[in-house]
Nanobody, 115 residues
Framework: QVQLAEFGGGLVQPGGSLTLSCAASGSIVSIYQMNWHRQAPGKERELVASITRLGSTNYADSVKGRFTISRDSAKNMVYLQMSSLQPEDTAVYYC?????????WGQGTQVTVSS
């Protein structure tokens, strides 16, 4: 089982930018679809962005045009570049991949957007 570890979260002012990173312990980022989810307090976890093994990307409507998912297969890394951040983007962000019927998650990284 490949482990995932997210980092790069923090406190940012509205309108600011932040880049999250997800490090995979094995060579999976170009094999499986990699996803970023987020979970805000009191809300369900939601899919934010995905990148398929062929490199196609998809985004939730709420982040389209502001977030960019990318990967570096050589480094086994997945990134989420976030710009024009708003308070409603405050959440714990999780990196994820699915193998068969099993979902694998990192521990999450907190993003807080506040002045």
């Amino acid at each position: 089982q490949v482990q995932l570890a997210e980092f790069g979260g923090g406190l940012v002012q509205p309108g600011g930018s932040l880049t999250l990173s997800c490090a995979a312990s094995g060579s999976i980022v170009s094999i499986y679809q990699m996803n970023w989810h987020r979970q805000a307090p009191g809300k369900e976890r939601e899919l934010v962005a995905s990148i398929t093994r062929l490199g196609s990307t998809n985004y939730a409507d709420s982040v389209k045009g502001r977030f960019t998912i990318s990967r570096d297969s050589a480094k086994n890394m997945v990134y989420l570049q976030m710009s024009s951040l708003q308070p409603e983007d405050t959440a714990v962000y999780y990196c994820n991949y699915k193998l068969g019927s099993n979902n694998y998650w990192g521990q999450g990284t907190q993003v807080t957007v506040s002045s």
